[in-house]
């Protein structure tokens, strides 16, 4: 390791390298990231999502980050640097990007295990771009301007809703295909507005997002018996990813099962509303506290615009507000909880038990520090306290194969319908 | 209406035919050897007879392997614990049971059935440890089979403590006992307990079992003493145990019952279902493979005789005469012994698996050499190594023993004198080191994973019915070899059954098992990117190397030839004999033909009273001829057992732990008592609250010393059985509290650390941040018990003040005043530095004493937790007992200042050990090794950042992987190989400063 590298010292993405350089970056949220990526090339990055699922990924992966190391640290390791090997893209004009939460997860290590693994692999001189809201790192050639940041967040926020419309409709469609067609229509269309800065307001918000559940409505439906509900709760990256999680939607859906996923945007907000906990507990400054709580009511109100547009819709299901899970919570895990996915894991099972749909998949990443406790460590009292909870909890990782998690999975959905 | 339920396992299909009562008509139980599909044909076929012609049937398919085969097939599936639980419930011995514990080829399960009718399964997740895949392993190194372990275990005297999380970590466990003269029948005990352990310390995941247990599964249908060992430790009374009839076969029982309910509109002719069968029997799926080993016959030719050329000196052994060289290497799993001439030639050599005891395989072999040589040879050396190279140097008087490291860098130069990479692949170990400067420059062992060795193959080859030889010969020449990825042999297990699943063929299997094996050690024990990194003159050794497949694996992986010498298999004994040569002796200490005419040996099993570790050892008595008769103990941590007396060296980490210890005020009378749970931050924190709730007018009581007992008293509230040891212990250490009648407890959820100035943040790892909450959602507290777990951030110091006084003047919390709770505050703080300053001091009290007295230091570097007995099992005593001062991390970490780290530096415990590493590099003779509970996450970023700084200053990186194994061999050898690869460097630079 050269001296550069041990005293820290990391390859900085200038504004010169903002001109010409391709950003890769691997995908989470395949309709949010979809915008973000268009967000960011309509302020002149060029950047690239990379979506590949190859066995080479999970070989990069292992070769080059510690085994023991979290299981999409590896993925997204393993997708960055398999790219950068392919030939398909100019070493010399290429960056990377990844997000970073911080906190004391192990997550906010990846982009340092990252930039090990680029040294370790003859790529050291390649910039690697922090993507975060804690102001961790920073790049002259990447800054996330005040109207860039609206439209970040616009991307959020529909496509929370798109999935949400989606995975409601995708089940019972009679046309094989129409929800993802009407979700591939809405993201070009969103894209569109975003350039012209439309869409992006509160107002206008309330009518794009009315018009998409219009149309998800109109979406012929077979009129069959509804499905059993099963929800996906998680460590975000395989709560998401289908590179995570085995296709984990996909899989609930061909056996019959209608997926409900709780979105980004509460998880946005909690890791907001994080800092403004640590100073009610702990107390530091209020300067801060109340930026961010300004922060987190701004997202929250997009946040009920959602709810407002479903609200005409009683055929989709109602969204849950942040302050919901804020109250379900109490009891059973304190807001200090924040490492991770922290209490918000906990809260979303609660909710989804609430609404309705007490079969949930909750997936971790094998040896998931902050999920023994909030996930594996919390089924017991969820059980107790409600007998109805059918929760199976999923490791993921290299290793795991797909029959066992499958056949565990089965399990459950034949639990629920027995309870049916 | 004819029902079949066919449940095809991983391991076993089983066939049931109900007729039109639900009578059982035909039942068959078999292995299928990796052939699913055709031992369901097969067993249809058989089931034929009492099926009818024309009539329809139902069919329903479960099991593991099952849901492949009912896609191919187009039959129904049922998942298989649904089909059991419908089996359980329609008998009317087993319908009152309350739960079912099933345990099969590689999965188990617990069925717990609710009182309102609802039920609750629990399965083995990613691990297959406690199963019945994991006894014919265990099995297989006792040299019988599952009945005939079962057999042994009926006669057993006592219990030893084993893991069965994993085959690798009871391999560990079991092979110093039996290598050290444990009996075998108790370590068949051990085995079956270590599954009834795992099945519940993994499955019950905080809920109890109680009531009547039903007992279903191919293991505990056959296996007595299994079910006897689940009875006593379930302490279930004759009829709450039941064991029902047909138990191994319940759920495909279940299957052909759901069948018979649900499935009746869709009844087949049995015709059709056999066209049905037989079509998926020939369908295979599309299978991730591999480029095959060798293209060709003359390919695999030229490859042998290319390595051919790596032999031993040529000797005639009929007819030398002269001097000679004994080396023995009692290894874990084989014995090797080798004779030598001065010029490495060989007169004799042996290779045989210990089959339980090595001291008898030894004696018989120096019998055969005398008989053979008579006075032709004289031996003028004997030295051991290996796992059982003290008690061999002791049975047999051997002239001295080495750690077996140094004894395969020595016979690798032999064959390449200037070798600068060595892999040596045994049974159960993985060995690689680096020579650098002709010293070795870095060691690497396999700890948390057996599937980059060979015993791996060879016991997956017995369980398809083939010897290690022709299992490896079958994958030469497969044309297509199955990707199994790369990880532990737990996950390569299922990797597996998806490829049978697929229908791969054995020679596949073979072969890919081979590739599998060389990744494994390449990416998880060597963590090599790339093959430049290994060196130029590689040489292969151990067992697993004459399987020409992993061999011509290695080659192909790493893109380069490499030597693989003739005795391969036999370098640890042929470097033995070597260094016996260098010692240079006029005469041998070894035991002579008269004596070993009459030598007999005996091996007692007794449990160390001397302290808390309470080893398990085993006094070895040996007697020759002439009356004489020596004792070894074996299984020791410290010299007490055998001396009498401690070693006194400094030991920071055992002057850490009885300190916290003393603070402990046992309670109060009065019922003014704060129980703590002394776990995880507690040792590092306990002075703090100590003295803040002494200021507040109470006295603490800690939890009892963590033992296994204790460990124990709380494993069946753990909800997640892949989190630390460490934490695991919390639950005990806070039954143990209640169980003392503590009302009272503190235990604070704390994400923040103190900042010491030395990290970019300064948090705590989930685990110790927020296991409280955990507890408290997991352990059953009477209505009496206040569980007191607010959030604290140490770190801020008026934060906390104002915090602390807002909580502890509540009333429903203390009700102090806040104006007490700021003086405690205070106090706490003053009384946290005033422990802080003592342990500075006392470790350079140590320091200084070891330089006074030329000793080495030694920087254990782990968590302050890692100092407890019970989690650290009593390293620190090895280490004094090598004649180490022990120092710890956070003794030395604050002499570092900040540097920029190449990871995110974020935790403090974990910052210390960086900082201890920077300063231990620039303390003169000071080692450094890490320890490290196995499941730590934050470890995986620690160690990679720990070996670059400590590698970078021209220190060597050692770590010990420790966890609820109490067994220690692995880590002696490390310590071992660490003082030798340190002296050889002392040497070398000795050596540099005389030029």
Known sequence: MSAKQESGGRVIFTKEMKRDYTILFPNMLPVTFTL?????????????????????????????????????????????????????????????????????????????????????????????????????????????????????????????????????????????????????????????????????????????????????????????????????????????????????????????????????????????????????????????????TVMQRYIEGYQREMAAALSEFPQFRKMGSFSDLQRLIKGYLGYGNKMGEGWLLTAEMLELIHSGAPNIVCTQPFGCLPNHIVGKGMIKRLKDDYPESNIVSIDFDPGATRINQENRIKLMIANARVAE | MIKIGIDAGSTTVKTVVLGDDNTILFRSYERHKACVRDAVLRQFEQASAVLPQETPVVVAITGSAGLGLSKAAGLPFVQEVFATAKAVRSYPETQDGTAVIELGGEDAKIIFFGQNGSIEERMNGTCAGGTGAFIDQMAVLLNTDAAGLDDLAENSEQVYNIASRCGVFAKTDIQPILNQGGRREDVAVSVLQAVVDQTIAGLCQGRELTGRIVFLGGPLTFLKQLRRRFTETLSLTEENAVFPENADVFAALGAALYAGDVLSGSATPPAELRKKLQSAATDIDGQKTLPPLFSSEEEIAAFRERHSRAA???????????????????????????????????????????????????????????????????????????????????????????????????????????????????????????????????????????????????????????????????????????????????????????????????????????????????????????????????????????????????????????????????????GAALIAKRLGLAESALITQEQLAGFTYESKPVTCGGCTNKCHMSINTFTTADGQTRKHVSGNRCSRPVTGKVNELPDIAAWKYEYLRSLNDGGDPDGKTIGIPFVLNMFENLPFW??????????????????????????????????????????????????????????????????????????????????????????????????????????????????????????????????????????????????????????????????????????????????????????????????????????????????????????????RMYNAARQASQMPNTEFVQLVSFGCGTDAVTSDELRVILEGRGKLYTQLKIDDIQNLGAVRIRLRSLIAASDERKAESGREAAI
């Open chain 1, 36 to 292: 973000i990526s268009e967000v960011f090339n309509q302020y002149g990055y060029k950047t690239k999502m990379l979506t590949e699922t190859d066995s080479v990924v999970v070989e990069n992966g292992l070769k080059y980050v510690h085994n023991d190391t979290c299981y999409p640290a590896l993925l997204v390791i393993g997708q960055l640097l398999s790219a950068v090997k392919s030939g398909k893209y100019d070493d010399k004009k290429l960056a990377l990007m990844i997000t970073q939460t911080g906190g004391g997860c192990r997550a906010s290590n990846y982009i340092h295990l990252l930039r090990k693994a680029l040294h370790k692999s003859g790529y050291g001189h390649i910039p690697v771009i922090s993507l975060n809201i804690s102001g961790l790192e920073k790049n002259p050639g990447f800054k996330l301007g005040l109207s860039m940041v609206r439209k970040l967040l616009a991307s959020m926020i529909y496509g929370d809703f798109i999935v949400w419309l989606r995975n409601q409709t995708k089940p019972y469609e009679v046309k094989s295909g129409a929800s993802d067609e009407l979700t591939e229509k809405w993201t070009h269309q969103l894209i569109e507005k975003f350039r012209h800065r439309r869409g992006l307001g509160k107002r206008q918000m309330r009518g794009v997002l009315r018009e998409i559940a219009r149309d998800f409505a109109a979406i012929a439906l077979t009129g069959e018996k509804k499905k059993p509900l099963v929800g996906i709760v998680g460590e975000i990256y395989v709560k998401f990813a289908p590179l995570g999680n085995n296709n984990l939607e996909a899989f609930l859906l061909s056996e019959g099962c209608e997926p409900v996923v709780p979105g980004l945007t509460d998880f946005m907000i909690f890791k907001i509303n994080n800092r403004v906990v640590d100073v009610d507990l702990y107390g530091g400054s209020r300067l801060k506290k109340a930026a961010c």
């Open chain 2, 690 to 911: 100590k003295a803040f709730f002494q200021t507040l007018g109470y006295k603490i009581k800690l939890s009892a010393p963590s033992s296994r007992q204790l460990y124990l008293l709380g494993q069946k509230t753990i909800p997640s059985d892949t989190v630390c040891y460490p934490a695991k212990l919390a639950h005990g250490a806070v039954q143990s509290l209640i169980d003392r009648g503590c009302t009272t407890l503190f235990y604070p959820c704390m994400p923040y650390n103190f900042d010491e100035g030395i990290s970019d943040n300064h948090y705590n790892c989930p685990v110790v941040a927020y296991y409280p909450e955990l507890l408290a959602a997991n352990m059953k507290m009477p209505d009496n018990v206040r569980f007191f777990a607010p959030y604290f951030n140490l770190a801020n110091k008026k934060g906390f003040i104002k915090r602390a006084g807002e909580y502890f003047s509540r009333t429903d919390i203390l009700g102090a005043s806040p104006k007490d709770v700021k003086r405690a505050a205070k106090a706490a703080f003053s009384a946290y530095e005033a422990y802080r300053s003592k342990l500075l001091s006392e470790t350079e009290i140590a320091i200084s004493y070891a330089r006074e007295n030329g000793l080495p230091v030694l920087v254990v570097s782990g968590r302050p937790y890692h100092i407890d007995p019970e989690i650290n099992h009593g390293i620190n005593k090895m280490m004094t007992e090598l004649g180490f001062v022990v120092v710890t991390e956070d003794g030395i970490s604050c002499k570092q200042g900040y540097e920029k780290r190449s990871v995110l530096n974020q935790w403090t415990y974990q910052a």
């Open chain 2, 312 to 574: 031993a000196p040529e000797v005639d052994a009929q007819v030398y005469s002269g001097d000679a060289y004994l080396g023995i290497d009692a290894g874990s799993t084989t014995t090797k012994l080798v004779l030598i001439t001065p010029d490495g030639g060989i007169l004799h050599s042996f290779y045989s698996p210990n089959e339980g005891s090595p001291v008898e395989l030894v004696k018989r072999q120096l019998d055969e050499i005398y008989k053979k040589f008579l006075d032709r040879v004289t031996i003028r050396g004997a030295v051991s190594t290996g796992y059982g190279e003290e008690l061999i140097k002791s049975a047999f008087s051997l002239d001295s023993g080495i750690v077996e490291t140094i004894a395969h860098l020595e016979a690798a130069r032999h064959f390449v004198a200037d070798v600068d990479f060595i892999l040596d692949i045994g049974g159960q170990d993985v060995k690689c080191f680096k020579i650098a400067n002709r010293a070795i420059d870095s060691i690497m062992l396999n700890e948390a994973c057996s599937s980059g060795c060979g015993s791996f193959i060879e016991t997956f080859a017995r369980a398809l019915g083939y010897s290690a030889e022709e299992f490896s010969q079958l994958g030469l020449l497969a044309k297509a070899p199955v990707d199994l990825g790369s990880r532990c042999t737990v996950f390569m297990n299922s990797s597996i059954k998806q490829a049978q699943k697929d229908g791969a063929a054995p020679e596949d299997i073979s072969a890919g098992l081979s590739i599998s094996v060389v990744k494994n050690a390449l990416y998880k024990v060597i963590r090599a990117t790339s093959p430049d990194e290994l060196g130029r003159r590689i040489v292969v050794q151990g067992g697993t190397f004459y399987n020409d497949a992993v061999l011509r694996a290695f080659e192909l992986e790493v893109g380069a030839e490499v030597t693989r010498p003739s005795i391969a298999g036999l370098m640890g004994a042929y």
